[in-house]
Structure formats: C-alpha cells, structure tokens
C-alpha cells in the first residue's frame, strides 16, 4: 500500500476508538508479536527517547506512528517498569500539538531536575511550502506524567547547518547544562555539535565536536556523548556511508568512537569508528544510567526505509533487550543487563560432542528461549549452527576456525525484509570463538559474541518458530557445553 502525504499526517484525532480498536485487534492476530521485547501497540515503533530511571522506575518513551507501519506523524509513546525488563504501556504523552511540532515530535532525551522530568526532543515544522523548520523543544512533565507546558528553546539551524537538525541528547555537568545534536553541514556532511544552557534554559551553540571525521557520511543522527570509566564515548549513526568490507553493511550505520573529549576545546581524540552491531536491525541506540548506576543501551530493533514483513498486520518494529556497556581496551563490550535473568522460566543443559554429522539442540520454547553455548574445545575448521523448523527454514551461523570470521545468513529463515539484496552479515573476531548467548523472541534474533565483544540484532519472520539448533563441522571435532532457558512470555 502506497500511503499519500495527507495519509502519513493525520493524527490519533483523526479516528474514532472503534477504529483503534480494529487496527490493535489486526497487531494481535500477527504471527510474529514479540513477548519479551517492547513493542507498538499498533502502528510503527522506532527511536527509544527519553530513557531514564526517574523516582524508582525506568521511563522510555518511543517514536511513535500509530495510524500504520510509515514513518508519518510522530508522537512520543510512554512506557515504564521497575525493572529494565518488565514495561508496561502508559499511551502516548508528547503530542504533536503546537506550531512548533505541528509534523511531529522527532527524537530526544530526558532529564531530572529537582523532582520533575523534562523531556528535549526536535519538533519538527513544515511551512506551506513544506520546507522544514526544526525546533529543539523542553516539554514539562507533571506527576501524572503529561506534558503540562512545553517550549521552543531553539528555532532553526545555525548558520552553515541545513534543516537536518536533531536529537538532542541532554545532560548536567558543574552547574550548566549541555546537549549534543546531530546535524548536517550545507556541504552535505554529518556532524555532532554542543550546546551550552544555563538555569533558564537559554542554550548557546558551543561549535562542532572536533572527531577529524570531516567526510563521513552526510547527516549524523541520534547523538550520545558521556563519560564511561576514565574514557569519553560518542555514540552517532551516520548516513551515506559506503560499504567497506564486512563493515556499513545496511542502509544506514550506528557506532561509536572511544578516546578523551575535551569541553573546552571540543576535541575527541579516538581511534576510530566502530559499529555497535553487526546483525541487520539495530539504529538509533540511546543510553542512561541504571539504578545500579551502569550504562545501559537500548536500541531500536529495526532501520529507515525498509518493509518489514509484518507491515501486512499494521505494525512494525521493536527495540533491543537492555544492554550494560563496559571499556575495554577502547572497545565497547554490551552485555545483557542481568534484569532479562527474571524473564527465565526453566532450564536444560548438555555437553555435545560435534562433528562432521548433525548434532540437535532441541528448544525447550521454540519461539521464546535464550541458549546460551561454551566452546570447550575447538580442532574443527569450520563450525555451522543452523536454527531450523519443521518447513525447512534455517537462520545460519558459522564460524571459521581458520580466518576467525562469524557469519549470520537468514536468507533461508522465512519472510524477509524489502529493500535488503544481501541477507548475510560477517564479522572478523579479534580472538577465538569462545562463548555464545542467543536470544530467540517470535521474530527476532540477538546475539552476543564471546561475552559481549560483538553483537549482532536481526529481525525474523518464519512461518513456524525454530525446533532445534543443528550443529555440525565441515572437518575435525568441536565439544560444546550448553545451558539453555524457557523465557517468560510477556
């Protein structure tokens, strides 16, 4: 279905709530209705906002289309747990109601003051003409948690910037209070800027985060700078990079760079840009500080411009499980926040002995389970893991011993996403295979790779939920230790 301008811009107002409730009922007769990943009600799901533990409980807030799976209109959608796994939807909360995001509440970010919540996010105007104007926007929350005032802070882009101009990620250090937003130049190249606000939140452009990344892609979205140990993190995805190699696989990137980060003079010193996931379906990640005071990241389980199998049912996309970073050696490492241990049921475990013939893993729970596998010894040269179910269909992993390349190949695994002409993804491990956690929902695959060090996020659409893991060798023998876990369905 081909939607119209007018389509993708009518609001939540335009409907009735029997309407509304025909669109859910349709989201509920999908086959592939996640149960331990947030979801959208109905509609398209896309950036995680706002992300913050606030007075005990952890509030997010999403992107949000809920006329259908497109991008068009965007609300912001309020969901919150006491733990970092167990959400629980509110309804949307920042409507696009004034002049100022007349075409939609764009991404953001959130901070405590006191006792209240304050949400920043882009609002996003268009004139007659439908030339954009965006506005960096602070939206009161009051203890209901429902806007209560919200304002324009910045109309416009500075000079020598486009209208591509957004996200703004806020925080407070030594009494003032900082964001960094993505921009784009009148060049046509991706950069992340700083703003400087006082009390008032009257902000002032500080200038361009100095990263010597001058041609990098056009247009940086979804910025995410802040301390982590002794090192300073920038976390952006820009668009318009080139493949190269197994890296900038998919149509738009998300990464990081890791080094020193100086306020005065703007500079980051790093040693280069790094993807955060190497799967098919992670973007636009925002990070906040749990209540055990670690850095968690959850990302948006999906990518701009792509049709999802599951549009057919008017909804689209997910986001990731909680994920804690950690520094090492100037690499991110993303391990499941031990929160997803309360979502196990029941367990089984097995030590295997691999070879050139098939060895099963049966799944306790096909479409809801987290597997977790211990290479104990490896003389294999070549070590395959294939998902299948009762049709036939096959999500593919494969390491070799030989050249350290993982690979994930779902070009068997069922439906599959539009606009994606190659269906595998490598990565180059910088030591041995040692260690794998799975975690399998209806229509998702995440994967962490030797405890953490690379990840890779993909979406899923078979017709029947995977049986078993099948593994084999091509050569030579491999004995594995495995602990798998029925998870709680949501």
């Known amino acids: 279905m081909e939607w119209t301008r007018e389509e993708r811009y009518r609001g939540l107002s335009s409907i009735s709530n029997e309407v509304f409730e025909r669109m859910t009922h349709k989201v509920n007769q999908s086959p592939w209705r996640q149960h331990f990943h947030i979801q959208p009600v109905s509609g398209l799901l896309n950036d995680p906002n706002g992300f913050i533990y606030f007075k005990g409980q952890y509030h997010l807030f999403y992107q949000w289309y809920p006329l259908g799976p497109v991008h068009g209109l965007k609300y912001w959608y309020h969901v919150v747990s006491d733990d970092l796994v167990h959400f629980e939807n509110k309804g949307p909360v920042v409507y696009p109601d004034t002049t100022y995001d007349s075409h939609g509440a764009y991404s953001g970010s959130s901070i405590q003051i006191d006792d209240q919540l304050y949400l920043f996010y882009t609002g996003n105007h268009r004139t007659k003409d439908w030339e954009r104007v965006p506005y960096q926007m602070v939206a009161t929350l009051n203890d209901d948690f429902q806007v209560e005032d919200k304002q324009p802070l910045i109309e416009g882009s500075p000079q020598g910037y486009t209208d591509h101009f957004r996200d703004p990620k806020v925080w407070k250090e030594n009494g003032n209070y900082y964001f960094v937003i993505g921009a784009q130049t009148t060049e046509q190249s991706g950069r992340a800027?700083?703003?400087?606000?006082?009390?008032?939140?009257?902000?002032?452009?500080?200038?361009?985060?100095?990263?010597?990344?001058?041609?990098?892609?056009?247009?940086?979205?979804?910025?995410?700078?802040?301390?982590?140990?002794?090192?300073?993190?920038?976390?952006?995805?820009?668009q318009g990079l080139e493949p190269d190699g197994m890296n900038y696989r998919n149509i738009y990137q998300s990464g990081y760079i890791v080094g020193d980060f100086d306020l005065e003079t703007l500079e980051m010193k790093h040693h280069g840009f790094v993807e955060l996931d190497h799967?098919?379906?992670?973007?636009?990640?925002?990070?906040?500080?749990?209540?055990?005071?670690?850095?968690?990241?959850?990302?948006?389980?999906?990518?701009?411009?792509?049709?999802?199998?599951?549009?057919?049912?008017?909804?689209?996309?997910?986001?990731t499980l909680p994920r804690v970073l950690k520094?090492?050696?100037?690499?991110?490492?993303?391990?499941?926040?031990?929160?997803?241990?309360?979502?196990?049921?029941?367990?089984?475990?097995?030590?295997?002995?691999?070879?050139?013939?098939?060895?099963?893993?049966?799944?306790?729970?096909?479409?809801?389970?987290?597997?977790?596998?211990?290479?104990?010894?490896?003389?294999?040269?070549?070590?395959?893991?294939?998902?299948?179910?009762?049709?036939?269909?096959?999500?593919?992993?494969?390491?070799?011993?030989?050249?350290?390349?993982?690979?994930?190949?779902?070009?068997?695994?069922?439906?599959?996403?539009?606009?994606?002409?190659?269906?595998?993804?490598?990565?180059q491990l910088n030591e041995a295979l040692q260690t794998l956690k799975i975690f399998i929902d209806a229509s998702s695959i995440e994967v962490f790779i030797n405890d953490g060090t690379h990840v890779m996020t993909s979406r899923l659409f078979p017709k029947e939920p995977y049986q078993s893991c099948q593994f084999s060798t091509q050569s030579g023998t491999v004995k594995l230790e495995t602990k798998q876990y029925e998870m709680k369905r949501g």
Not at 387 to 411: A, H, P, W
Request: proline share 4%.
């Open 327 to 427: 520094v090492k050696e100037d690499t991110l490492i993303q391990t499941v926040h031990l929160d997803v241990e309360k979502l196990r049921v029941r367990s089984k475990e097995a030590t295997l002995e691999v070879s050139h013939d098939h060895t099963a893993l049966d799944l306790i729970q096909p479409d809801c389970s987290e597997v977790n596998i211990s290479i104990l010894e490896n003389e294999a040269d070549v070590l395959s893991m294939n998902f299948t179910n009762q049709v036939d269909e096959i999500v593919k992993m494969t390491y070799d011993n030989n050249t350290g390349i993982f690979e994930l190949d779902r070009s068997q695994s069922g439906e599959l996403p539009s606009n994606q002409d190659n269906q595998k993804r490598s990565i």
């Open 193 to 238: 800027l700083i703003y400087q606000g006082d009390t008032s939140f009257k902000f002032h452009l500080l200038g361009e985060i100095e990263t010597g990344l001058s041609d990098f892609g056009y247009m940086w979205e979804c910025p995410d700078l802040f301390k982590l140990g002794n090192k300073d993190v920038l976390i952006f995805c820009p």
């Open 279 to 319: 799967g098919f379906d992670f973007y636009a990640p925002q990070t906040t500080i749990s209540k055990e005071g670690e850095r968690v990241l959850i990302g948006w389980m999906g990518l701009p411009d792509i049709t999802y199998p599951t549009d057919v049912y008017n909804w689209a996309h997910c986001l």
